[in-house]
């Protein structure tokens, strides 16, 4: 079994800083790309921020120059730096990690539960 597990949400003024977190755990032989997706209410989850296992990143237009995502390969976790937060950041931000677990051929996708992220004007 694997789970991720995110923590680091909560309510910020606009202007604000928050630091995500998501550790990976169970039985896991490697992680690929691991990445933070959002998702505001009434839209669809999108893309914030991915990084490969080499430490390739990508980052959605909205958020370059304001968050940075890195990751711990020893500790399975990645992690999303969020800088001058704007109320448009308001969403639930999830984990995501393609990873391979022990008896398995192939690698599938994982997500966490969920951290919400609130920002006030």
């Known amino acids: 079994q694997v789970q991720l597990v995110e923590s680091g949400g909560g309510l910020v003024q606009a202007g604000g800083s928050l630091r995500l977190s998501c550790v990976a755990s169970?039985?896991?032989?490697?992680?690929?790309?691991m990445g933070w997706y959002c998702q505001a209410p009434g839209k669809q989850r999108e893309l914030v921020a991915a990084?490969?296992?080499?430490?390739?990143?990508n980052y959605a237009d909205s958020v370059k120059g304001r968050f940075t995502i890195s990751r711990d390969n020893a500790k399975n976790t990645v992690y999303l730096q969020m800088n001058s937060l704007k109320p448009d950041d308001t969403a639930v931000y999830y984990c995501?990690?393609?990873?391979?677990?022990?008896?398995?051929?192939?690698?599938?996708?994982?997500w966490g539960q969920g951290t919400q992220v609130t920002v006030s004007s």
């Open positions: 995501n990690a393609n990873l391979l677990r022990l008896g398995f051929l192939i690698p599938y996708d994982y």
């Open positions: 169970g039985s896991i032989v490697s992680i690929n790309a």
């Open positions: 990084i490969t296992n080499g430490g390739s990143t």
